[in-house]
């Protein structure tokens, strides 16, 4: 498991061409998109790509509603479960230059312990299953309590980034002090495409 990364390379998403990783800042001088990759690229470059949870709006029917349901305890050293962990992407198919929507949803229940960490851990995969790239954030002070949460997180795709199709494996993982090793929680996946522009 990686820790938390603070690099700007580790918060972009990364591509593979001809077998290297290239960043975001790869320009080439045959730019198809001009100034308007050059702008996006100035303002990813100062724009902030971590996940942020919120405790998420009670629809306007309470039936659908989780928190609606009484919560049973959880059973004996369990420390937190998920009962619902989703993904889903605002559109499957991006251009480069632009920012990918990814919208999760998390139902947790778990106990109050100071030292209960819960880690988010994204994987990202090429169409051949190449691990692109792993990033891990800390957002237990996010998921302070038992409840439903919501989050969308922008994904920049590069210039760089080749056509093609692209997975991104999330786990939620918990550990304590006392735990030998995290457990996993949590797991979901999607899949979307990197389109060429048009020419």
Excluded at 125 to 144: K, P, V
């Amino acid at each position: 498991m990686t820790g938390p990364r603070s690099t700007r390379s580790a918060r972009l998403f990364p591509a593979i061409a001809v077998g290297t990783a290239l960043a975001l800042g790869g320009c080439t001088t045959l730019d198809m998109f001009g100034d308007e990759c050059s702008r996006y690229e100035s303002r990813a470059n100062s724009a902030r790509y971590n996940t942020l949870y919120l405790p998420a709006p009670k629809p306007a029917d309470t039936r659908l509603d989780p928190r609606a349901k009484p919560e049973r305890p959880l059973p004996k050293g369990v420390v937190a479960q998920v009962a619902v962990y989703k993904m889903a992407f605002d559109g499957d198919k991006i251009k480069p230059c632009s920012d990918l929507s990814i919208r999760k949803e998390i139902v947790l229940q778990r106990i109050a312990q100071p030292d209960l960490v819960l880690r988010e851990i994204r994987e990202f995969y090429a169409q051949d299953g190449t691990l692109i790239a792993t990033n891990a954030e800390d957002i237990s002070t996010q998921l302070a309590t038992s409840g439903v949460y919501q989050a969308a997180t922008p994904l920049p795709i590069p210039r760089s980034a080749p056509p093609g199709k692209y997975r991104i494996v999330s786990r939620l993982l918990v550990e304590t002090g006392t735990m030998k090793k995290p457990a996993q929680l949590a797991k979901v996946e999607g899949v979307f495409q990197v389109i060429p522009p048009a020419p």
